[in-house]
């Protein structure tokens, strides 16, 4: 039997600032440790949601660490939510042919709130090496700074659209963390975070805290918690969170 390569799981960043030059600088040591940013470097097939962010990534990785090969010969191939499930073993062939492959988030850590859990499943089916490296996540970092409960937490993904459906959901979240004081996270498309924040406050008791975490990571970073009448009195005085098309994570503690 030949040997399988390892999967390693790469971080991503959750966004850079503006200033940080195009591959110019090491943008991304403040971010990604030096170990994995190595290890990243030394392969040459990865599979990405997205390739084009992919090369980016890995461009940012070359600033500083030479790739394996030149970046236009490196293999990128794309697992999203339009990949079929029967596409997976061809991703997962390089890795039982003894090839190395990194699965790279499109920001945050893979697998988690990202494609990528069938593929981690169906290497471990195989017996392939699963290694995941240390990066950021928005969603720890948010339960870290939030301030609610750190011992149980549960992320629900995106809401509905709905605005009913969604504030039943909403309703049902705040029951579930109120009885078993478990911090409920989610996110929202970026354009509709303001309506999500309203139907919030719209829709908890005053007393439900409420975090919004904005830009982690970045310097442009945002982080309050408040209870629903706390923020309810902040949107009647017109001071919205500036957290406008930029990614957000929201968190709910029933008090």
């Known amino acids: 039997m030949s040997t399988r390569g390892t999967l390693y799981l790469i971080p991503n960043h959750l966004g850079l600032s503006d200033t940080a030059a195009d591959g110019a600088a090491d943008a991304l040591a403040h971010i990604i440790p030096e170990q994995v940013r190595q290890i990243t470097s030394q392969l040459d097939y990865f ?11 890995l461009k940012l990785i070359g600033a500083k660490h030479p790739l394996a090969k030149p970046l236009q010969e490196i293999t990128i191939s794309e697992l999203n939510i339009n990949t079929p499930a029967q596409a997976l073993a061809g991703l997962l062939a390089p890795l039982l042919a003894g090839r190395d492959a990194g699965l790279v988030s499109e920001a945050g850590v893979p697998a988690v709130a990202d ?10 089916q195989h017996g392939i090496k699963v290694r995941p490296l240390v990066g950021p996540s928005s969603i720890l970092l948010a339960v870290m700074a939030s301030g609610l409960n750190g011992q149980s937490f549960a992320f629900n993904g995106y809401l509905p659209t709905d605005a009913a459906l969604r504030s039943k959901r909403i309703k049902e979240l705040e029951s579930r963390s109120r009885t078993e004081k478990q911090t409920q996270l989610f996110i929202e498309t970026p354009y509709r975070n303001a309506a999500m924040l309203e139907a919030l406050v719209a829709q908890c008791a005053p007393s439900t805290l409420l975090c919004v975490a904005t830009d982690l990571s970045m310097e442009t970073e945002s982080i309050q918690t408040l209870n629903a009448g706390q923020w309810k009195k902040q949107l009647a005085a017109g001071k919205t969170p500036d957290f406008h098309k930029k990614p957000t994570v929201f968190l709910l503690l029933g008090q």
């Not at 599979?47 to 990534?57: D, G, H, I, L, P």
């Not at 494609?115 to 471990?124: K, N, T």
């Open 47 to 57: 599979v990405a949601e997205n390739a084009k962010t992919a090369r980016a990534f």
């Open 115 to 124: 494609p990528g859990a069938d593929l981690v499943r169906l290497a471990h």
